[in-house]
């Protein structure tokens, strides 16, 4: 009897512990559940933008880049953020990208409606409207960060390389020209579009010369930069992998 007694209250045991079990693996389950439900309803506030430095934007684009990559991107309520940025935008920060398709700003960056500007023209260089275009974003609706996005093979940069003439595309491609130039002089062999390495090396140069020239042309800019007020930064985007290599 003894025995038999010694055996139900190990049962009982092994049963609480096995509902136990099942109870904290059904609360992980739900826990999971609703994060992964949980949408983004609000945009960027005023405050929110103000109080993030410009360190902080830059830290998150690359979290959101990082989760792009790993294709864990933020689940948003688009209805929502379109509804509530109809009375106004405050975003963190603005990219001068290339115009290919294939490098999609927002998406690549985990960022959403009111989240960001995008300027794009092809080969990410700077004129006078892009200028006034981030003189708006930063000094009139707050953005914190500039950034100067090129990407692996581009097609301007290729172009820029074998010196083609063709419509306004000629004039567009000057621009470009002293990256290839720099790449030359660094790599000490003629410029071709074949050559992926030369090429990659003209994208890189070509970010860092129309970062210069930004703080360089626009006094207005310069004078956010010098105060702390905001940062520039530049990448190249992987069309292979999504990531940005960021660049020193």
């Known amino acids: ?5 010694y055996f139900v209250n190990n049962l009982k045991c092994l049963l609480m512990k096995y509902l136990i079990f099942i109870f904290s693996i059904g609360l992980l389950i739900s826990c999971q559940t609703n994060t992964m439900t949980t949408k983004r309803q609000t945009a960027l506030s005023a405050a929110e933008q103000q109080a993030s430095s410009p360190q902080q934007v830059f830290e998150e684009l690359q979290a959101g880049n990082a989760r792009y990559v790993n ?34 700003v927002e998406m690549l960056f985990d ?25 708006y974003a930063c000094a009139v609706a707050g953005s914190k960060l500039i950034v100067v996005l090129g990407h692996a093979g581009c097609g301007a940069v290729k172009a820029a390389c074998d010196r ?19 790449a030359q002089s660094m790599m000490q062999r003629a410029p071709s579009s074949k050559d992926a390495a030369f ?5 890189a140069e070509n970010v860092r010369l129309t970062m210069a020239r930004i703080l360089d042309k626009s006094s207005l800019l310069h004078e956010l930069y010098a105060a702390g007020s905001i940062q520039i930064v530049g990448g190249v985007y992987q069309l292979d992998s999504g990531e940005v290599t960021w660049l020193d």
Do not use: W, Y
């Open 164 to 182: 083609v003439e063709l419509g306004h595309i000629t004039e567009l491609l000057s621009s470009i020209q002293p990256a290839v130039d720099k």
């Open 111 to 135: 960022q959403h409606i009111g989240d960001i500007f995008v300027a794009r023209v092809a080969g990410n260089f700077e004129n006078n409207d892009i200028l006034g275009s981030m003189e």
């Open 1 to 5: 009897m003894q025995k038999f007694f």
């Open 71 to 104: 294709g864990t991107p933020h689940s948003v309520d688009a209805a929502s953020l379109r509804s509530d940025t109809v009375g106004g935008q405050h975003p963190k920060a603005v990219v001068l990208s290339c115009i290919d398709s294939r490098v999609p």
């Open 199 to 203: 090429v990659n090396t003209a994208v």
